[in-house]
């Protein structure tokens, strides 16, 4: 389940089981949205985007979906593996912001063996 | 080259002593940003490059700090009179122009300020 470690908030999964990530976007003009992983000691790395015309999106072992209703996006993984185990960030563009990302706070994702 | 990159990757400074941290973005990639991240924390941005346009400074903490990109391609943040609250990861990103376009990220420089 999730629990508020020491500066962001985490989430510890069994190994095999599926991880659900959630995110609440702040602003309800944002049509274009990221999530980003990143492994100790590296810098985010791109994951899956959705637009704003879509509800969900689908890559490998990867799903975004998104409910601009409630301003909520989610990353759900298959499967988890150790290799999974990251900080995972939301961002959001609003198309007048041109190409700038409005980061949220981070999610840690833990994998237990 | 191939990413993004950042040097050094680790820099120790006095406190007091100015410090630069050095950005190469991917070539062709016409915007830049500069992040710091604290210890488990997330991303506060810093800075924004776009083209020729004047820089987005919105995001920098103090006067201490500024950053520069010569030529459209190379940036330097430099952090003048570091203090210890300084210490962080400075992450740099680079992208396309246009906004469907995600940031492509080095692996940051980890200033400690002792």
């Known amino acids: 389940g999730e629990s508020v470690g020491l500066h962001l908030p985490t989430l510890s999964v069994q190994e095999g089981d599926n991880s659900i990530i959630n995110c609440a976007y702040s602003?309800?003009?944002?049509?274009?949205f990221i999530w980003y992983k990143q492994e100790s000691g590296k810098g985010p790395q791109f994951i899956i985007d959705i637009r704003s015309n879509m509800d969900k999106r689908q890559g490998q072992r990867v799903t975004v979906l998104l409910n601009k209703t409630v301003k909520h996006l989610s990353l759900q993984i298959a499967a988890t593996q150790p290799g999974d185990s990251a900080v995972y960030f939301c961002a959001e563009n609003i198309w007048m912001a041109g190409n700038m990302l409005t980061f949220g706070g981070g999610t840690r994702l833990m994998v237990k063996p | 080259g191939a990413g993004v990159s950042q040097s050094p990757s680790n820099k120790v400074t006095e406190k007091g002593k100015d410090v630069e941290l050095r950005c190469d973005p991917i070539?062709?990639?016409?915007?830049l940003y500069w992040y710091r991240q604290s210890l488990g924390q997330g991303l506060e941005f810093l800075i924004y490059f776009q083209g020729n346009s004047a820089p987005d400074k919105s995001g920098l903490p103090s006067d201490r700090f500024s950053a520069e990109r010569t030529g459209g391609s190379v940036s330097t943040l430099t952090i003048q009179r570091t203090q210890q609250e300084d210490s962080a990861v400075y992450l740099c990103?680079?992208?396309?122009?246009?906004?469907?376009?995600?940031?492509?990220f080095g692996s940051g420089t980890r200033l400690t300020v002792v």
């Open positions: 602003n309800s003009a944002s049509d274009y």
């Open positions: 990103a680079s992208s396309l122009t246009g906004r469907d376009y995600g940031y492509t």
């Open positions: 070539s062709g990639h016409t915007a």
